[in-house]
């Protein structure tokens, strides 16, 4: 699937439009780079319209999805090399289907607890954020 074949109600829910940075597109999901520079944070957004529980894919997408986290997965692996990687699909505050993918590390702001409500986000500087993206991307390549 690709954005021209994306179904037409689906859009990026606007609080994860206002929170990330594009990165990627796969073949189910939008790839999308949390704007906290305290951690390596990655979301994958499946392009499917009213998905809000992993059970509202159907089989095929759920494989899809399963290869895209794992391609996340690797490349937060290749780029950072972290001690910890989280996989997580809350959407407690966000309702549309979204899978965080985080690095984590011994020494990071909220090791060993769960990142969320630990610290203020740190948004990227302009410039960090592209060589972040564009390390990702080549790791992605």
């Known amino acids: 699937m ?10 990026l829910h606007p609080q994860l439009g206002e929170d990330t940075h ?4 796969f073949p189910l999901s939008d790839l999308q780079l949390m704007d906290d520079a305290n951690h390596p944070w990655l979301i994958l957004v499946p392009r499917v319209e009213n998905a809000v ?17 794992s391609r996340a997965c690797r490349a937060l692996q290749a780029v950072f090399q972290p001690h910890k990687l989280n996989v997580a699909a809350l959407g ?19 090791w060993p607890r769960p990142v969320w409500g630990m610290a203020t986000a740190q948004p990227y500087s302009p410039e960090e954020l ?4 564009e390390r990702l991307r080549t790791a992605l390549a």
């Open 2 to 11: 690709n954005r021209s074949t994306a179904p037409t109600g689906w859009h």
């Open 22 to 25: 594009p990165v990627a597109h």
């Open 53 to 69: 529980e992993w059970v509202d894919l159907n089989e095929q997408q759920q494989a899809e999805l399963t290869r895209e986290i």
């Open 92 to 110: 407690n505050v966000v309702p549309q289907l979204h899978i965080h993918v985080i690095a984590r590390f011994r020494e990071d702001i909220a």
């Open 130 to 133: 592209v060589r972040r993206i």
